[in-house]
C-alpha cells in the first residue's frame, strides 16, 4: 500500500454519526511505524456539474482499468479524512502519475493552497 492506492474503508460522515463503506485513495506517504494516513472520498455518483476540487475518472479514461474502480467515479478533494490504516477492508488498485498529478491540483484549490 502507498501513495495513490485506492482502499475500501469506512468512511465516516461529516457529523460523526455514522460511517459507510466505499473507495477512498491515500494522499500521504505510508509510514510503517504510523497507523495513519489521509484519504479522500471516492463517490460514484457524478455530479452534474463538478466543483472545482472534484476530479472525475471516467471508464473511458486510458487510466481506468488500473484503479479497481467500477464505474466512473468522482474523487472528491475536499473530502478528507485521517484514518487508520487498519480499518481498511481491502485495496482495489491504483492512479496512474498523471492522475495523482491531477488530484494533487485539486487538492491544492480544496486547501487554498
Known sequence: MKRGTIVLTKFPFTDLSSAKRRPAIIL???ELNDPDVI???ISSVLPAEPSPVDFVLRETDPDFSETGLKKSSVFKMDK???LDKAIFTGEMGQVSGAVF???RAKLRIALDL
Open 39 to 41: 484519504v479522500a472520498f
Open 101 to 103: 498529478d491531477k488530484l
Open 80 to 82: 478528507l479524512a485521517t
Open 28 to 30: 500521504t506517504k505510508v
